[in-house]
């Protein structure tokens, strides 16, 4: 099936510095991929929608300038964790809709240690 | 906000049918009812999806209400790969459509 691959599964920064998340679409065009970020033992909780070609669309809270959201294909949607701080550790998944009435593909995930 | 209510745990046993049932009291005509699956450390996976007719697939059944306002995500025979945190989740017929996440169902299965 449609497969979203997401890199890298597993990353380690220190204060201050800034991490980049790619997610692809594999075999199929998302013109909108959804960013989402877990903390332990809670829920998936929706941070941005990205859309190609244009700017992303933020829940409330999250700040923008902070995740910094590009979608410039129709395969490739990043996100980018600016000055990171240890409170920044998470995991992130992002998220595609293979097609208009079916079901999302999800990311495997990357999980983020700030030291 | 998420709008469907699960029950926080389940338990059950291997080779055995498991029900995970979920309210979605405030369904509109043009929700899908989605389920996904978590297991640790990995991204969510799509187990069903379906709009107002029973659906069947591989991995499960869905059995939605007459009324839209509960469904029944059924594992015929579970396996221990079958543990995992359940979610359902309400969305949007059509389109790329968020998908807001409550806190699922945590399903555990004994040997």
């Known amino acids: 099936g449609a497969v979203v691959s997401q890199h890298p599964s597993r990353v380690i920064c220190k204060s201050g510095t800034s991490v980049k998340i790619e997610c692809r679409s594999l075999?199929?065009?998302?013109?909108?991929m959804f960013w989402y970020r877990q903390f332990p033992k809670q829920s998936l909780m929706l941070m941005a929608t990205?859309?190609?070609?244009?700017?992303?669309?933020?829940e409330q809270g999250v700040e923008k300038d902070k995740f910094l959201i590009n979608h410039a294909s129709l395969t490739l949607s990043t996100l980018t964790v600016t000055s990171a701080h240890p409170e920044d550790s998470s995991f992130y998944i992002c998220?595609?809709?293979?097609?208009?009435?079916?079901?999302?593909?999800f990311g495997s995930g990357t999980r983020l240690t700030v030291v | 906000d998420a709008k469907t209510t699960q029950p926080n745990s389940m338990e059950s046993n291997e080779e055995e049918p498991v029900h995970l049932p979920c309210n979605h009291s405030t369904i509109s005509g043009t929700d899908y009812i989605h389920w996904y699956r978590q297991l640790p450390s990995q991204g969510p996976e799509y187990v069903i999806h379906g709009l107002t007719s029973n659906v069947n697939n591989r991995m499960a059944s869905l059995a939605i209400a007459e009324d839209r306002k509960s469904s029944t995500l059924i594992l015929h025979r579970a396996t221990l790969r079958d543990a995992a945190v359940y979610y359902c989740i309400q969305g949007a017929l059509q389109g790329a459509q968020k998908l807001v996440f409550g806190q699922g169902t945590r399903l555990t299965i004994n040997p």
């Open positions: 998220s595609a809709r293979v097609s208009p009435f079916g079901g999302y593909t």
């Open positions: 075999d199929f065009q998302a013109t909108t």
């Open positions: 990205s859309n190609e070609g244009s700017k992303a669309t933020y």
